[in-house]
């Protein structure tokens, strides 16, 4: 018997899968931003941060909230900071010197937002810390500062009731928005340092701890271990960045290798392996001009493109094949 010099985490047993045509939403934190990438990498249909990256539940739920509810942003929610006007619960990319267009962005963002989550299959929510920042002039928990001064804000940590206590009406209210919907927890393997290695630790406790419980009350909530793969499996600096924070791109690959594994039919990562192909030809660069191996190329990977999707009628590939045609017919002028 080989000895394995490693421990591996079980990423548990879930009663459902993610198949090709399978909508998965995914909001929260940094990581989350991670790995909806490698969902938009393999064609698989994700919507991930409509309203930007959100570390803290509280937030989460606030813009799940409003998402399912399609309260649209109105002008008096806005503060304005040096010429910009911001929303405390939106990413700073709506931001912007006229109230109407950066509540225009925000609508636009929300109302195919709410659509998106009307048809998904999959709710994937990522918790980054149980730390808050509350407004002292309104006591409401804001999902990003956009910069205005500290003395602006309270801040304080969650306690897991409080995280459970407000997830419970959400996810009730969630499943009579759309009863297919099925729920992953994970809490991001990236670490809060500023806060300090013991405060950090007691940080993500409150976060395990509520979703353990939220887990027990619901069915189809389930959590996914990204936090512990990275702890355990990965348990060596080579598997951080250069800040030795957060997880490498080789570390990023090995979650979402676990994680198409345990969440992906067996049709879906049959599927990620044809449009792999797809995406190393797009990213392949040939040197010199274009020649007849050229042209077949592109044809190759047009072809290849019509195979997946006499296979997977329910796939959107419509970009990729677009970007081979227009090559194609851009040499043949």
């Known amino acids: 018997m080989p000895f394995e010099f490693r421990t591996v ?99 636009q963002s929300l109302a195919d937002a709410s659509q998106f989550l009307k048809e998904s299959g999959f709710l994937i929510l990522t918790f980054g810390t149980s730390y808050v920042y509350e407004r002292n002039d309104t006591s409401e928990v804001v999902a990003n500062c956009h910069k205005f001064p500290s003395q602006y804000f309270s801040r304080y940590r969650l306690e897991p009731d409080e995280i459970v206590s407000l997830y419970k009406d959400l996810i009730v209210s969630l499943r009579l928005f759309n009863p297919q919907l099925k729920i992953l ?52 600096y080579r598997f951080y960045d250069d800040k030795m924070f957060n997880p490498s791109a080789l570390a990023i690959d090995y979650i979402w290798n676990r994680f198409s594994q345990t969440l992906l039919t067996e049709r879906a990562a049959f599927f990620t392996r044809l449009t792999s192909k797809v995406v190393r030809a797009r ?28 296979q997977f009628p329910e796939a959107d590939l419509l970009d990729d094949s677009q970007y081979f045609e227009t090559l194609l017919n851009r040499n043949n002028t």
């Not at 991930?48 to 990256?53: E, S, Y």
């Not at 340092?193 to 950090?200: L, M, T």
């Not at 389930?222 to 702890?231: C, D, G, L, S």
């Not at 010199?288 to 997946?308: A, R, V």
């Open 185 to 236: 927890f994970t809490v991001s393997p990236v670490r809060h340092w500023k806060d300090g290695a013991h405060a950090n630790q007691v940080s993500k406790s409150a976060l395990f701890l509520a979703i353990d419980k939220l887990c027990d009350l619901f069915d189809k909530a389930w959590y996914f271990p990204a936090y512990e793969i990275v702890m355990d499996e990965l348990r060596d």
């Open 9 to 107: 985490v079980n990423t548990g047993t879930y009663d459902n899968a993610i198949d090709v045509g399978t909508n998965v939403f995914l909001a929260g934190s940094c990581f989350t931003d991670n790995i909806g990438a490698k969902f938009s990498e393999y064609r698989l249909s994700s919507m991930v941060n409509p309203f930007g990256v959100v570390y803290n539940p509280v937030s989460v739920a606030r813009l799940l909230e409003r998402t399912k509810n399609l309260e649209y942003c109105r002008p008096d929610e806005l503060v304005q900071l040096n010429g910009l006007w911001h929303h405390f619960d939106f990413h700073g990319r709506f931001s912007g010197e006229h109230k109407d267009g950066v509540c225009n962005k925000i609508n």
């Open 283 to 310: 990213n392949h660069r040939f040197l010199g001009p274009p020649g007849q191996s050229y042209y077949q190329f592109l044809q190759k990977n047009l072809d290849l493109i019509d195979d997946i999707l006499y």
